[in-house]
């Protein structure tokens, strides 16, 4: 069978993608690399270790991760698959196989657009995230992102708000949610988009897989940007594997003296990645690439509004005074006790309402409220977004503050 000598070229240990991928082009095919005894793979060129590795021809770990495949309804594509995305066809080393759940968008009408970020953003980089994301979307274009904390889930957020398709590129199997706070988010995705990973469903995120994966997320997508970021973050791995692919990297600038944005400030100045500051910018770039002229009428109209967002919370935020040192030890304030928002209406507002009194978790909510746990689940991600609610140790509670969802301007989240 095709996809079990797919699944067992792509998983044998002890020999390195780019000499699987050397074999494919001499031997055309992984079934007659499979046939292949080890003196005959010695008098290919393969080295001692990987000859031994391919000389391992059991397929029943493949056909175990074929049924869990059909179990979970996770479908497998290959380099030889015509689903198989063309842009990461291109690639110097491209995944053997690819583990999709959901469907994944067409990447010739709707091209996609790859945005990283540090998982610890400030508000700033949350806030740029959130409106990158929206502003691709409203252009057409698939936001790709891994999913992780901080920027990359927020630009998934703000892509998916304004209606947009987005992809996740997971380290781990598709099957396992990661990191596990984002579980709502990843169930969001896969209404309209995908979750897709190189490694069979079952595989957990070890830290040496995100490296790895970095260039799938690049090799996605037409241009990869970097809403914030440090000297050392995953991020800018992404960003220089995108330079190297030959991909459009931009990047957003921020304030010199801040070190979130050290890393994104040095691609612009070492010249890997263009100074970006809306996503008109990137549309007007990529747009010769594409089959269809990007919407930018949708994207500026977007900006403005989020632009506007912003700026009215910032001017109905309280100014800071500047602080007096007292003459003794000032006595505690008393804790203050979140309260249903007043902005809130409708199935939003019985969520709250039922947070306060003591529905913590999703099936509590639906008790209380006679809500569906659909509708629950959609509403908690939006309140999530907007700050009006946290997760915290898998229970939900309501914060003391809320902020505007287009605004982008939340508040830490617990992890």
């Not at 493949?62 to 690639?91: F, N, V």
């Not at 979130?260 to 890997?272: E, T």
């Not at 659909?374 to 946290?390: H, K, Q, S």
Request: proline share 7%.
């Amino acid at each position: 069978m095709s996809l079990a000598h797919w699944i067992w070229l792509a998983e044998r240990p002890r020999i390195g993608l780019r000499e699987k991928h050397q074999l494919l082009e001499r031997f055309g095919a992984s079934q007659h690399i499979y046939m292949m005894d080890e003196d005959a793979l010695l008098r290919a060129g393969c080295s001692k270790q990987a000859a031994a590795s391919l000389s391992e021809k059991s397929l029943d770990p493949a056909y175990q991760i074929l049924r869990t495949c059909e179990q979970k309804q996770i479908t497998l594509l290959t380099l030889e698959d015509s689903g198989y995305p063309e842009l990461l066809r291109q690639i110097a080393d491209p995944p053997l196989t690819l583990y999709v759940r959901g469907r994944l968008p067409d990447f010739d009408l709707n091209p996609a657009v790859t945005v990283v970020g540090t998982r610890h953003a400030s508000p700033y980089g949350m806030r740029m995230a959130e409106r990158f994301g929206a502003g691709l979307a409203k252009m057409g274009f698939t936001v790709v992102s891994g999913m992780a904390l901080g920027a990359d889930a927020v630009a998934m957020k703000g892509a998916l708000y304004a209606g947009g398709r987005t992809v996740a590129v997971l380290a781990g199997g598709v099957d396992l949610c990661y990191p596990p706070q984002n579980k709502y988010l990843m169930g969001d995705i896969l209404l309209g988009g995908a979750v897709i990973s190189e490694n069979p469903p079952g595989t957990g995120s070890e830290p040496h897989r995100f490296p790895i994966r970095n260039r799938i997320l690049s090799g996605l997508s037409l241009a990869t940007v970097v809403a914030e970021a440090p000297e050392r973050s995953g991020a800018l791995i992404t960003a220089r594997t995108a330079f190297e692919q030959a991909r459009e990297v931009f990047a957003i600038p921020g304030p010199i003296d801040v070190p979130a944005s050290a890393g994104c400030n040095a691609l612009i100045r070492d010249r890997v990645a263009t100074l970006v500051t809306s996503p008109v910018e990137i549309g007007r770039t990529l747009a010769p690439q594409l089959r269809e002229p990007p919407n930018m009428a949708e994207a500026r109209a977007e900006w403005r509004r989020t632009a506007q967002e912003a700026a009215s919370t910032a001017e109905s935020a309280p100014a800071a005074k500047p602080e007096s040192k007292p003459a003794a030890a000032p006595a505690p304030k008393p804790e203050r006790k979140p309260a249903v928002p007043d902005h809130l209406e409708g199935e939003e507002r019985a969520i709250a309402q039922a947070l306060l009194t003591g529905a913590d978790t999703v099936d509590a909510i639906v008790m209380q409220t006679g809500l569906s746990a659909a509708t629950v689940n959609a509403r908690l991600t939006i309140l999530e977004l907007e700050g009006t609610v946290v997760l915290r140790a898998g229970r939900y509670c309501l914060c003391g503050e809320s902020f505007s969802i287009q605004s982008g301007a939340s508040a830490p989240r617990s992890s």
